[in-house]
């Protein structure tokens, strides 16, 4: 079984979400998120970025696929139209087969990058390694959220606080507990 990570970004209350959209536009989290996932990424070794549907479609049409990564998304329709070189996967253990087949899809890291119907299926997957979190020292008033889970992680790094746009924000790093 191939191992993965998570990304995501937080608000205060684990907010994740609103209205199919993130609810900040935070150009230093974007930054961060595109250095982790495309970091090592070379066209002999793609990094790999796992998603549910409606997070696809809330990436705008012009930053996807994200490049320099396999973009694969999981959807249970079975019309979905998606870009040439976009990979569907019916489930992410459908996902995480698929890139098993290193000689099909040479990969390099695989991230799972929400939203959270994905994340609530990953967090308890036993694939799951490590997962990158932005912390947002502010609330949203989200509807969609991170599952309560970090806890059940042992944190291994975390950035000073920096503002971005004012709002302040830290990069936290956690691990899977040793067992
Ligand atoms: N803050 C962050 O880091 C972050 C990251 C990503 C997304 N988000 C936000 O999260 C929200 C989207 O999250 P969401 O939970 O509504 O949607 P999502 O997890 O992105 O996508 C849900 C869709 O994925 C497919 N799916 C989910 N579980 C499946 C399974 N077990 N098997 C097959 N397909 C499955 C289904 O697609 P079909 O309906 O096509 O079958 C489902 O409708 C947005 O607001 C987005 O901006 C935030």
Request: a positive charge; aromatic letters at 8%; charged letters at 20%.
């Amino acid at each position: 079984m191939i191992s993965f990570s998570i990304i995501v970004a937080v608000d205060s209350k684990l907010g994740i979400g609103k209205n199919g959209v993130l609810p900040w536009h935070l150009p230093a989290d974007l930054k961060h998120f595109k250095e982790i996932t495309s970091s090592e990424s070379s066209d002999k070794r793609r990094n790999v970025v796992v998603m549910g549907r409606k997070t696809w479609e809330s990436i705008p049409e012009k930053f996807r696929p994200l490049a320099n990564r396999l973009n694969v998304v999981i959807s249970r329709q079975t019309h979905l139209i998606l870009p040439a070189g976009v990979v569907q996967a019916t489930s992410l253990e459908g996902a995480l087969n698929f890139l098993c087949d290193t000689q099909r899809v040479p990969v390099g890291e695989v991230f799972v990058i929400g939203g959270a119907q994905i994340f609530a299926e990953a967090v308890n997957h036993p694939a799951c390694e490590k997962i990158y979190v932005t912390r947002i020292e502010r609330e949203f008033v989200c509807d969609t959220f991170f599952p309560d889970v970090l806890q059940q992680f042992t944190q291994v790094g975390q950035s000073e606080v920096l503002s971005d746009q004012g709002v302040a924000i830290s990069f936290l790093k956690y691990q899977k507990k040793a067992s």
